[in-house]
């Protein structure tokens, strides 16, 4: 592991809407802000960065009361130097790897549209993992995962135990229509062992080494508690 800095890399989606439906998406605000939150009180700082750079569109689901009410979001929400962070981004090729300990993927269903169609951002993880650093997901962050090759060839997650946004929370959310293909179903297509929480949407986090992935929007917090105790060296 490299020395500790204390520094993690947040990765967020530019797609602002789906291709099949007329549905909008981006960010989940919440699986940025819990995250953020939490690394944010134990010492830790951040950089968000995504594919294209520039302004990042948010999730309508997310900022609904339910969910700005929700751990605090919705004081992140009103914050404007906060938010200010995610009016220009920089770009995934601009991260300079050795700044960081950590690399974080946010979800949000936009993800899924732009994270695994980013070479730069497939590299990045790659060489996060291969010089010993940390690579953490939550929800649809996983997405950015499936097309990561290390350089012995092999899928990033081939035999590695991950989570993810399952199938049947695509149901319940009403996105199995809209959704361009089966995160659940890609994972474990190259050969991931891929389990979920008990319930739909209760948190639930997996730890294989340095792989850390949270399955839904609840898991953002407990994903970032992983990525701190174990760049803490807990």
């Known amino acids: 592991m490299p020395a500790a800095k204390k520094k993690i890399l947040v990765i967020v989606t530019n ?7 007329g549905l909008r998406t981006g960010l989940w605000l919440g699986e940025l802000t819990h995250f953020w939150d939490f690394a944010e009180e134990r010492g830790f700082t951040m950089d968000i960065a995504s594919p294209s750079g520039g302004k990042i569109p948010l999730d309508p689901e997310s900022l609904t009361r339910q969910m700005l009410d929700a751990e605090g979001t919705g004081k992140r929400y009103q914050d404007r130097a906060f938010m200010d962070l995610l009016t220009d981004t920089m770009k995934v090729s601009d991260a300079e790897i050795d700044d960081y300990d950590a690399i974080y993927l946010t979800g949000g269903h936009g993800v899924m549209f732009d994270f695994p169609q980013s070479e730069d951002l497939e590299a990045l993880i790659a060489r996060f993992y291969e010089t010993g650093r940390v690579v953490a997901t939550v929800c649809h962050g996983a997405a950015g995962l499936l097309n990561v090759t290390l350089s012995n060839g092999e899928p990033l997650i081939k035999g590695k135990r991950v989570t993810g946004f399952s199938w049947p ?18 994972l474990k297509k190259l050969g991931a062992d891929y389990s979920t929480a008990a319930q739909p949407f209760a948190s639930y986090v997996v730890e294989d080494g340095r792989l850390i ?14 990525v701190v105790k174990q760049l803490a060296g807990e």
Do not use: I
């Not at 797609?15 to 439906?21: G, I, M, P, R, T």
């Not at 695509?170 to 293909?181: I, K, Q, S």
């Not at 992935?213 to 992983?226: C, D, F, I, K, L």
């Open 169 to 186: 929370e695509e149901e319940l959310a009403n996105r199995a229509e809209a959704v361009p293909y089966n995160v659940q179903e890609d």
């Open 213 to 226: 992935t949270g399955q839904n929007p609840s898991s953002a917090r407990a994903v970032a508690e992983a």
């Open 15 to 21: 797609a602002d809407e789906y291709q099949k439906v």
